[in-house]
């Protein structure tokens, strides 16, 4: 770890040896990603993720800051350069990147990389679509950007990851580093669609650290401006690769140096093996972990708990007490305030709400256990679930310390009316490498967020295209059947 920051105003190339800056060693590998491809689990994986997050965006639709997000783009007017999952008129790249990010992060239904604890496609995926789309490069092009973003985003990420501390430097310090990270990451897989050389890359990460922002005091107390903050990572990915193209330059220096982007955020505080080692060899993408449930990360096994409870054969009228056990690092986020946790107001506030996934996943629910359909106002509202809510105690267990953040665990002890106690615990996530999610999983996801707005033909048609993503010539004519859509009008927090 750098415990405090060097000072390189001396040094223009940021090392001490005069050898190449963070910035300048990502660019050359990112570079070698578009000209010499990436490995076969990468670019699968990619296109995945790509089917996840448009999938994702349509779902969206569901909630008026989509509608919200929309409508301000489209005010903007522009050139027609790229599509907006569910509008018809083609907006510009910029524009396109932020309301198609604001719609992959929106539902809190998007991947997840451990233990950088990050959300790195629901940025990086949009940026480079809508950069892809405005150049006219290739579906090949855009997987290899798409891989070589994710794998920038999440190596910064894990840069900030304190092994010590058992948790993001990032997070401590109440910044997201789903869009700061994932800010860095849009550049270059915008970048890569672009035509990028190295030293353009090296511009484009200089210039998005200037953009990059995303703070999470919204997780505690409620607010929707989370949604917001993967749109402005995309966009300002975009725009930074765009105004390199026309001549803006960026530091080299810019992460490490004495006033860069580690000083700035972690105050000079990182693990620059994080970034370098074995990079171009050892690929961070395919163990991403997807989401199986709509909701904060955290909750997960939570959920997953209250499933085997009720296989169990335990009844919501006979639960006299719950005791939650999570890492304490995740309480401030799903257990503080208690009293709002107990209480959702919104269908939006029980996604970040450990006793209520305990109880979704108790009650039961769609989707590949819990779906959409379960985290809406009125079920956070709902009496009989509140009631249960009313007897969860959210606590810091010492075995889900030792493990968090490579999962996030959770121990779910429930005593009955009778006076037996029953305990499940859930120590590994599902939608991880431990616990994959199956191709037909991934579908049936898929399905469901696009069910009611595309047919079945039409979703099974895009589906085949997206994972064939790398074989296309047209980014556009890919995207063009998830631009219109009959809008159900569902909208709710």
């Given at each position: 770890?750098?415990?405090?920051?060097?000072?390189?105003?001396?040094?223009?190339?940021?090392?001490?040896?005069?050898?190449?800056?963070?910035?300048?060693?990502?660019?050359?590998?990112?570079?070698?990603?578009?000209?010499?491809?990436?490995?076969?689990?990468?670019?699968?994986?990619?296109?995945?993720?790509?089917?996840?997050?448009?999938?994702?965006?349509?779902?969206?639709?569901?909630?008026?800051?989509?509608?919200?997000?929309?409508?301000?783009?489209?005010?903007?007017?522009?050139?027609?350069?790229?599509?907006?999952?569910?509008?018809?008129?083609?907006?510009?790249?910029?524009?396109?990147?932020?309301?198609?990010?604001?719609?992959?992060?929106?539902?809190?239904?998007?991947?997840?990389?451990?233990?950088?604890?990050?959300?790195?496609?629901?940025?990086?995926?949009?940026?480079?679509?809508?950069?892809?789309?405005?150049?006219?490069?290739?579906?090949?092009?855009?997987?290899?950007?798409?891989?070589?973003?994710?794998?920038?985003?999440?190596?910064?990420?894990?840069?900030?990851y304190d092994s010590g501390l058992g948790n993001s430097v990032f997070f401590e310090h109440g910044q997201h580093a789903t869009s700061i990270t994932g800010a860095m990451g849009s550049a270059v897989a915008a970048g890569l669609a672009y035509g990028l050389d190295?030293?353009?890359?090296?511009?484009?990460?200089?210039?998005?650290?200037?953009?990059?922002?995303?703070?999470?005091?919204?997780?505690?107390?409620?607010?929707?401006?989370?949604?917001?903050?993967?749109?402005?990572?995309?966009?300002?990915?975009?725009?930074?690769?765009?105004?390199?193209?026309?001549?803006?330059?960026?530091?080299?220096?810019?992460?490490?140096?004495?006033?860069?982007?580690?000083?700035?955020?972690?105050?000079?505080?990182?693990?620059?093996?994080?970034?370098?080692?074995?990079?171009?060899?050892?690929?961070?993408?395919?163990?991403?972990?997807?989401?199986?449930?709509?909701?904060?990360?955290?909750?997960?096994?939570?959920?997953?708990?209250?499933?085997?409870?009720?296989?169990?054969?335990?009844?919501?009228?006979?639960?006299?007490?719950?005791?939650?056990?999570?890492?304490?690092?995740?309480?401030?986020?799903?257990?503080?305030?208690?009293?709002?946790?107990?209480?959702?107001?919104?269908?939006?506030?029980?996604?970040?709400?450990?006793?209520?996934?305990?109880?979704?996943?108790?009650?039961?629910?769609?989707?590949?256990?819990?779906?959409?359909?379960?985290?809406?106002?009125?079920?956070?509202?709902?009496?009989?679930?509140?009631?249960?809510?009313?007897?969860?105690?959210?606590?810091?267990?010492?075995?889900?310390?030792?493990?968090?953040?490579?999962?996030?665990?959770?121990?779910?002890?429930?005593?009955?009316?009778?006076?037996?106690?029953?305990?499940?615990?859930?120590?590994?996530?599902?939608?991880?490498?431990?616990?994959?999610?199956?191709?037909?999983?991934?579908?049936?996801?898929?399905?469901?967020?696009?069910?009611?707005?595309?047919?079945?033909?039409?979703?099974?048609?895009?589906?085949?295209?997206?994972?064939?993503?790398?074989?296309?010539?047209?980014?556009?004519?890919?995207?063009?059947?998830?631009?219109?859509?009959?809008?159900?009008?569902?909208?709710?927090?």
């Amino acid at each position: 770890m750098i415990d405090g920051p060097a000072d390189l105003r001396g040094n223009p190339t940021g090392d001490p040896a005069g050898g190449p800056t963070l910035a300048q060693q990502l660019a050359r590998f990112a570079a070698s990603a578009a000209t010499d491809g990436v490995p076969d689990d990468v670019a699968r994986s990619v296109a995945q993720r790509t089917l996840d997050v448009l999938g994702l965006c349509v779902a969206a639709h569901r909630l008026p800051t989509s509608t919200a997000a929309i409508g301000y783009v489209l005010d903007q007017g522009g050139h027609e350069q790229a599509s907006i999952v569910g509008a018809a008129r083609r907006v510009t790249a910029t524009q396109a990147a932020f309301a198609n990010g604001v719609l992959a992060h929106s539902l809190d239904y998007d991947d997840t990389h451990l233990p950088s604890v990050l959300h790195p496609s629901a940025s990086v995926v949009p940026a480079a679509l809508a950069a892809a789309e405005h150049a006219g490069a290739s579906g090949e092009l855009t997987v290899r950007a798409i891989a070589a973003g994710l794998e920038v985003a999440v190596r910064l990420g894990m840069a900030g990851y304190d092994s010590g501390l058992g948790n993001s430097v990032f997070f401590e310090h109440g910044q997201h580093a789903t869009s700061i990270t994932g800010a860095m990451g849009s550049a270059v897989a915008a970048g890569l669609a672009y035509g990028l050389d190295e030293d353009g890359l090296v511009h484009a990460l200089g210039l998005t650290a200037s953009l990059a922002s995303g703070i999470l005091e919204c997780n505690r107390t409620g607010g929707t401006v989370k949604r917001l903050h993967c749109g402005t990572a995309a966009q300002a990915g975009v725009s930074a690769a765009q105004l390199v193209r026309r001549g803006f330059t960026g530091p080299p220096t810019v992460l490490e140096g004495r006033f860069g982007f580690f000083e700035a955020w972690l105050h000079g505080q990182y693990f620059p093996e994080a970034i370098t080692a074995g990079l171009g060899e050892e690929w961070s993408v395919p163990g991403i972990f997807f989401k199986p449930y709509p909701a904060n990360h955290f909750t997960h096994t939570s959920v997953d708990a209250g499933r085997a409870l009720a296989a169990r054969g335990v009844r919501p009228e006979e639960v006299a007490r719950i005791v939650l056990g999570v890492p304490g690092a995740v309480i401030r986020t799903i257990g503080e305030p208690i009293e709002v946790k107990r209480a959702p107001q919104t269908g939006y506030q029980a996604q970040f709400s450990g006793p209520y996934a305990v109880v979704a996943g108790l009650l039961g629910g769609g989707g590949l256990g819990t779906g959409l359909d379960d985290y809406t106002d009125e079920l956070a509202q709902d009496p009989a679930r509140r009631e249960l809510m009313a007897k969860v105690e959210v606590v810091a267990d010492p075995r889900c310390d030792e493990i968090y953040p490579f999962q996030f665990p959770a121990r779910v002890s429930v005593t009955t009316t009778s006076g037996a106690e029953l305990l499940e615990e859930v120590l590994t996530n599902r939608g991880g490498p431990d616990r994959p999610l199956s191709d037909d999983e991934l579908t049936t996801k898929f399905r469901d967020n696009v069910a009611g707005r595309l047919s079945g033909a039409v979703a099974d048609a895009v589906r085949e295209e997206i994972l064939a993503l790398c074989l296309t010539t047209d980014v556009t004519s890919v995207l063009k059947p998830l631009t219109t859509f009959i809008d159900q009008g569902d909208h709710h927090e």
